[in-house]
């Protein structure tokens, strides 16, 4: 059972900035916001995850809203190399992912 | 750093034969390890979560005998599927997380194709 809700698909110009959304307005006091990708038969890679400040690393920004329901990964400029399927996922006390449908995301050149 | 390995990468087999499948951790020691299975175009669905020197714990419908987990390292766990069925054709990831940490670093995936 998922908790987080993402669009299907998004789409995106190549060296544009990209906002991809998630909610996850049932999420606890102790549950992370986590961001992987998948490029089509590979396995996931780490993006980013926060707790409840906003973070930023060389992949990405996450920007986690105020009340935790919702949550926006960040990709600064986008290239063709990111496009993929975007997963939001939350985790608990026992560490498990527990993933939903993902956003695929296609970058137009 | 944090790099996961799986070997074999795809595999075929005909039906009712067993097949392993590998998961290194190889730069770090992994206390928790988990394994997942990928329908196509579907998303990745938790099989079990494996902590070193214990039993695995399986997800719900998943069956404990035929889908065999060793975690008998800190680096290495293996996944078995026992009397391999074209129904367990699918791809299988494992991934590996640093102890009390959240976040998981995956394997490439193996493609399991059973004839």
């Known amino acids: 059972d998922a908790k987080t809700t993402q669009p299907n698909s998004m789409e995106s110009n190549e060296e544009e900035p990209v906002h991809l959304p998630c909610n996850h307005s049932?999420?606890?006091?102790?549950?992370?916001i986590h961001w992987y990708r998948q490029l089509p038969s590979q396995g996931p890679e780490y993006v980013i995850h926060?707790?409840?400040?906003?973070v930023n690393n060389r992949m990405a920004s996450l920007a986690i809203a105020e009340d935790r329901k919702s949550s926006t990964l960040i990709l600064h400029r986008a290239t063709l190399r990111d496009a993929a399927v975007y997963y939001c996922?939350?985790?608990?006390?026992?560490?498990?992912?527990?993933w939903g449908a993902g956003t695929k995301l296609i970058i137009k050149p | 750093g944090a790099v996961v390995s799986q070997h074999p990468s795809r595999v075929i087999c005909k039906s009712g034969t067993s097949v392993k499948i590998e998961c290194r951790s190889l730069?770090?020691?992994?206390?928790?390890m988990f394994w997942y299975r990928q329908f196509p175009k579907q998303s990745l669905m938790l099989m079990a979560t494996s902590n070193e020197g214990s039993k695995a714990t399986y997800e719900q419908g998943v069956e404990k005998d035929k889908f065999l987990i060793n975690h008998a390292s800190l680096t290495l766990s293996t996944l078995t599927v026992t009397s391999a069925h074209p129904e367990d054709s699918s791809f299988y990831i494992c991934?590996?997380?640093?102890?009390?940490?959240?976040?998981?670093?995956f394997g490439p995936g193996t493609r399991l194709l059973v004839l």
């Open positions: 049932t999420i606890s006091g102790t549950d992370y």
């Open positions: 926060g707790l409840t400040s906003n």
């Open positions: 730069d770090f020691q992994a206390t928790t």
């Open positions: 991934s590996a997380s640093l102890p009390r940490q959240e976040t998981q670093y």
């Open positions: 996922i939350l985790s608990g006390s026992n560490y498990q992912l527990i």
